[in-house]
């Protein structure tokens, strides 16, 4: 364990790292747990330290939640979730990409289902969850009307209704994924998305 005998000084040229395996050992323990269930104390045994390091990065579990939270938003943006795309083999990547298909996105998906059921009893987290899936639903829609826009959808489709769909799909596929690791998901996952925008292209 590094020394600690000056905080502020170990941390100056790491804090983000260090702040980044915090949020990393919280993932695990609320994929093993869930929400209520992860504590401060089950946190800082997950990564072998004392709890005043947890503090010394976060004031208490809820900004730390937050933080979580972020970096979930941020794996989204890395996978593309918030792109508009001009072809349908990249929106379909894109999708695919986030399927709970090795044991990081499982662990994603655990911790998303922990954070979507918890929200029940934290409005704040509620709202944060909505704005989230409004901005993801406002993307892939805006990539529906592109995509139509260029041909490569049929003219004839309702956005609105096909949106709904995606989501339905994909939210359905990430609740198999984690509950039935063992199933051959990525070509599972490949075939649903395929028949999906088989049935919608021009």
């Known amino acids: ?28 323990v609320i994929a093993r747990v869930g929400l209520e269930g992860t504590s401060m104390r089950e946190i800082s045994q997950e990564m072998g330290v004392s709890t005043g390091v947890l503090t010394y990065h976060f004031r208490n579990k809820e900004e730390l939640l937050d933080f979580v939270f972020d970096n979930m938003v941020e794996l989204l943006e890395e996978r593309r979730h918030f792109d508009i795309f001009e072809t349908v083999e990249a929106f379909r990547d894109a999708l695919l990409a986030s399927m709970p298909s090795t044991e990081e996105l499982r662990r994603w998906w655990k911790v998303w289902l922990a954070f979507t059921t918890g929200a029940y009893s934290r409005p704040a987290q509620r709202m944060r969850q909505i704005d989230l899936s409004n901005r993801v639903n406002a993307t892939w829609r805006a990539s529906l009307e592109r995509l139509r826009g260029l041909g490569l959808l049929r003219p004839d489709i309702d956005i609105d209704h096909e949106t709904a769909t995606l989501g339905y799909l994909f939210d359905g596929m990430g609740l198999n994924g984690v509950y039935y690791p063992d199933l051959p998901a990525a070509e599972h996952h490949k075939a649903v998305i395929d028949a999906f925008f088989s049935r919608i292209r021009a």
Do not use: F, W
């Not at 364990?1 to 905080?7: F, T």
């Not at 941390?11 to 993932?27: C, F, I, K, P």
């Open 1 to 28: 364990m590094p020394n600690i005998a000056n905080p502020k000084r170990r941390y100056d040229n790491s804090e983000q790292g260090r702040r980044d395996e915090v949020a990393l050992a919280t993932s695990n």
